[in-house]
Nanobody
Framework: QVLLVESGGGLVQPGGSLRLSCAAS????????MGWYRQISGEQRELVAA???????NYADPVKGRFTISRDNFRSTLYLQMNNLKPEDTAVYYC?????????????????WGQGTRVTVAS
């Protein structure tokens, strides 16, 4: 079982930045494509950024150009740099596995989710 611990969320003003981290337990992190998901209150969890094991990345249109996903396989840690934050980015952010096939990313998971980290963008 992979344990995922997200951190780095908080309250930030519009236009501000945050860097999220996701620490994964176990030694399998480096073998999986990973992604950041977010869940806005009352809505389904959506995949917003993803990265393969060899650092191919992809972003959902609402965050493209503002968010950057990266990974440190040595530390089994996933990151999400979020710049120029907007109120509509307010959500709980989670990390988990993704599936990468034929150039496309798909939702996946390790069978469980972490507690997430809350991001609130407000003035």
């Amino acid at each position: 079982q992979v344990l995922l611990v997200e951190s780095g969320g908080g309250l930030v003003q519009p236009g501000g930045s945050l860097r999220l981290s996701c620490a994964a337990s176990g030694s399998i992190f480096s073998r999986f494509a990973m992604g950041w998901y977010r869940q806005i209150s009352g809505e389904q969890r959506e995949l917003v950024a993803a990265i393969t094991t060899d650092n191919i990345t992809n972003y959902a249109d609402p965050v493209k150009g503002r968010f950057t996903i990266s990974r440190d396989n040595f530390r089994s840690t996933l990151y999400l740099q979020m710049n120029n934050l907007k109120p509509e980015d307010t959500a709980v952010y989670y990390c988990n596995a993704v599936r990468y096939s034929s150039g496309n990313f798909y939702r996946a998971d390790f069978g469980s989710w972490g507690q997430g980290t809350r991001v609130t963008v407000a003035s």
